[in-house]
């Protein structure tokens, strides 16, 4: 089992900054892809960013530019760091890691952003 946890979700106004975190626990051997997902009220779930156990990253267009993936292994943790902060970047942003044929998710952190 892998075991995610985000943090760093909150209130900003448009423009401003924020980074979040995902702390991943349990057996984390072997975990290959991560990434970032986010969704808003009435959407599905998207993919935000991913990284690679290599460190490749890819990023939705809608992000391209404005966010970065990172991913410290030895401290079990995963960031998002995200500029330029838009309103319909508000949504709920989950973690989430793939380990062989299973993915495992975070409860999500809530980001919101004010025009």
């Known amino acids: 089992q892998v075991r995610l946890v985000e943090s760093g979700g909150g209130l900003v106004q448009a423009g401003e900054s924020l980074r979040l975190s995902c702390t991943y626990s349990g057996s984390t051997s072997s975990i290959n892809a991560m990434g970032w997902y986010r969704q808003a009220p009435g959407n599905q779930r998207e993919l935000v960013a991913s990284?690679?156990?290599?460190?490749?990253?890819n990023y939705a267009n809608a992000v391209k530019g404005r966010f970065a993936i990172s991913r410290d292994n030895a401290k079990r943790v995963m960031y998002l760091q995200m500029n330029s902060l838009k309103p319909e970047d508000t949504a709920v942003y989950f973690c989430?890691?793939?380990?062989?044929?299973?993915?495992?998710w975070g409860q999500g952190t809530q980001v919101t952003v004010s025009s």
């Open positions: 989430n890691a793939v380990k062989y044929a299973w993915n495992y």
């Open positions: 990284i690679s156990s290599g460190g490749t990253t």
